[in-house]
């Protein structure tokens, strides 16, 4: 390989780790966690993708408005393969609810704890969708909008 096609690999290279070096930094962090296991799919700025049929995350709390909200979350399936750890998903949950969540919004109970995501993990959902559709309904019956879903 010549010096060029060197010098650019490594220069190409090290711009990339400067970028995704604060990320390696506090690798346990929620926000880390998020930009390594989520953003992939959701979007860096959480935004998600309708081409993907993912949803976005702006005004996630509200899912917490429903009894089946908690439920839904937990068993996303982007949640339940991340790998992480109970306790890591219940921080990394929090985390954006805090952050993506409708400011507005105060009453959505506790925060998440690694056993309750361990307790909900293990109660059978059949169809995610179906659920999330359900919860959206009887929001929008209560005038809470939870945003649009392209999978429904």
């Not at 070096?21 to 959701?42: E, F, I, Q, V």
């Not at 109660?123 to 999330?132: Q, S």
């Amino acid at each position: 390989m010549g010096i060029w096609p060197t010098l650019l690999t490594g220069m190409v290279s090290a711009g990339l780790l400067s970028l995704m070096g604060h990320a390696y930094a506090g690798s346990d962090s929620p926000r880390t966690l998020y930009l390594l296991r989520c953003s992939g799919c959701h979007g860096i700025d959480g935004s998600g993708s309708k081409t993907g049929r993912v949803p976005g995350l702006a005004g996630i709390n509200k899912l917490l408005l429903h009894p089946d909200g908690r439920l839904f979350l937990a068993n996303v399936p982007g949640v339940k393969n991340s790998g992480l750890s109970d306790s890591q998903i219940a921080q990394l949950l929090n985390w954006a609810l805090d952050h993506w969540g409708d400011r507005s919004i105060s009453e959505i109970g506790p925060p998440l704890t690694g056993d309750e995501i361990r307790r909900l993990e293990k109660i059978p959902v059949d169809d995610l969708t179906r659920l999330r559709g359900r919860i959206a309904d009887d929001l929008a019956a209560q005038g809470i909008d939870i945003g649009s879903y392209s999978a429904q």
